[in-house]
């Protein structure tokens, strides 16, 4: 794969990493606040939370009620459990148990009072009828949960503001908020208007603690790919750039080969060529062995020089024995042997017997000594005898000695 795009891969990776990371810290993160409210409108007079209900996610809660009309008088009351349920007495209700997901609370419509012994038994038919039961099936429940004992309960139209049970109470025209911390207590919360109409709709928040794990993981394992996205992206370029380079170099060398050997193909001495012009180098050594009076090799014509002066050429010996000359050299002119020396071997017998025949002399000639002077033509009376030039020697010395 090339370089470059798997460098583009792996950075767009790296973005997409970053923001699915981004996103789970605030797209899909969930809310900072848990709020839930009832599945309907009651149609009870009277909405009551049970023991624990207020602090199933934090102690601190937000109770909000709204009416079904906005010019209604809306009332929050808190108090403990068993006053609320003193309060009520033979009344109806909505109990809120629980939630049944973070936006929907658990009801259950109270329409009966059992003895003590049949609590079991009205608790699990009041269970049975929720907040989505028929008018006609609660009045069934009713009538079963009478014949084991139990009373149904019947709207006396009270109206909760004017009782002095609670510990704190919050009234509005259409709604009405009130925040409290539950820890450790158990505080309960009745919800009504003024006794005589439907309860107004109950509304549970709390603040949570929302954690995004993704967020950091997201982020670092993002950062590592975009930025080794990035490193192998410029290293591409930096490659490339490299290659480039090289080749523009690679060719650039190969035009200047080219031209220079275009160049040279003229000017390249040719071996043997005498006629030739010497090189600068060849110049540099001639004139070189010429101060230093060395020998000097002219490379066109193989001639040896000594201080600048040509030697004159050395004659080749054959190259054997057995080489033939021709029939018209003389032998003793290829020998090159003088009157008085000795005879040169290799001759054949013929050529030596002539050299030898012109050496001996004529057996009736007698030996005479002859002076040097008649050898040479002079008379001998002109010359003085050894006696004569004894008393001439004597003579000249007593005549220098007489002049000193």
Known sequence: MNRRILSVIIAVLGLVAIVLAVCSATVWRPSSTAQASLAQNPEQHYVVTEPGVLSLVESDVKVTATAAEADQQVLIAVGHAQDVDAWLDSDPYISVTGLDDWNTLTSV????????????????????????????????????????????????????ADSDLWITTETGTGSATL????????????????GASNAPQLSLSWPRHVSTPWLIPGLVL?????????????IDIQMRRADEQRRARAAERAARMAQADSVA???????????????????????????AGEEWVDPRTGAVYLGGVQAPAVPQAPASETEELPAETDALEVSGAARGSAVVPGLDAETTAAHRADRELEDDT????????EA???????????DESADKSSNDESDEEHHA
Not at 186 to 192: E, F, K, P, R, T
Not at 222 to 234: E, N, R, T, W
Request: glycine share 8%.
């Open 109 to 160: 419509a109270v329409t009966t009072s059992c003895p003590e012994e049949a609590t079991d038994d009205a608790t699990a038919t009041a269970v049975a009828s929720d907040t989505e039961t028929t008018a006609a099936a609660s009045a069934e429940a009713t009538a079963e949960a009478s014949g084991d004992g139990c009373v149904a309960l019947e709207n006396s139209d009270a109206n909760p």
């Open 179 to 194: 925040e409290l911390d539950t820890a450790g207590s158990d505080l309960v919360v009745l919800v009504a208007t003024d």
């Open 222 to 234: 993002g950062g590592l790919l975009l930025l080794v996205g990035i490193f192998l992206f410029l």
């Open 265 to 291: 193909t003229v000017g390249i001495p040719q071996i043997g060529d005498p006629n030739r012009p010497l090189t600068r180098r060849e110049q540099r050594d001639k004139e070189r062995a010429e101060q």
């Open 366 to 373: 007698p030996l005479a000594i002859v002076e040097e002077t």
């Open 376 to 386: 040479a033509g002079v008379d001998a009376s002109a010359v003085p005898s050894a």
